[in-house]
């Protein structure tokens, strides 16, 4: 694959990144207003703009921040569509948002968060568009949640319904995490199983993440003085 003109875009967009004398400035800033006008004068002014006409303060720059970062991961997928790998491989890690997108309205729905406040930790950059997302979010708990995935055949209602029993026994949300966590890692792996050079450092870099999410799984069972032998049903295998 020649990857050369991904690339030069890549580096295009990599350029008009805040530089760290740029953070630092930001980070000197008395209040959320002087940090927002510093903003409308760099290459996020557009979305601070759109963001300041819907909220104020820090939900103004998480709004504009949200946005960029889906806009940005739609122009590169649009970008790359002549290499079918390079998609492939901004797939995979553009469904880690699928997936958390799904644990978070789990979460919200399991503590009865209202649907406003949900949606606005949701990041629509992976498969499920903002459509979905707030058609999941219409359903009133997790079970329905749960179906209308199923009901969509959407591929991430499989663990989670395989693993609802688990969740009913305990009433321990973790158990449809992890089984979200574990499809995502291993339906990621199997897709790069083809041994070439490319899905190697694919592989090793998605092992080194499952490698990182154990490790704080067992950080917080230690904290929480879980059984080993329950703790163990957490970890990504």
Known sequence: MDYGYINARMRGMKSRLLSHKALDDLILK???????????????????????????GVDCVENALRQNFIRTFRKVQNFSRQEPEALQYIAIFLHRWDVQNIKTIL??????????????????????DEVTLKE?????????????????KIRYARPL????????????????????????????LDSVKAQTYNN?????LLALEIDVV???????MVRDRVDAADAERYIIG
């Open 136 to 152: 999941l979010l219409k359903q009133p708990d997790v079970r329905a949640v749960v179906d209308l995935l199923a009901t969509w």
């Open 30 to 56: 008395p209040d959320p207003e002087s940090l927002i006008a510093d903003l409308e004068n760099s290459p996020y002014r557009e979305d601070i703009i759109e963001a300041k006409g819907k909220s104020t």
């Open 107 to 128: 979460r919200g729905k399991n503590i009865h968060t209202t649907n406003e406040e949900i949606l606005g930790c949701l990041v629509p950059a992976g498969e499920l």
């Open 200 to 204: 190697t450092l694919i592989r090793d």
């Open 161 to 188: 319904t395989e693993s609802w029993s688990g969740f009913v026994k305990t009433k321990d949300l973790a158990v449809l995490e992890c089984a979200l966590d574990r499809y995502y890692y291993a339906d990621a």
């Open 214 to 220: 154990n490790l704080r799984t067992v950080l917080r």
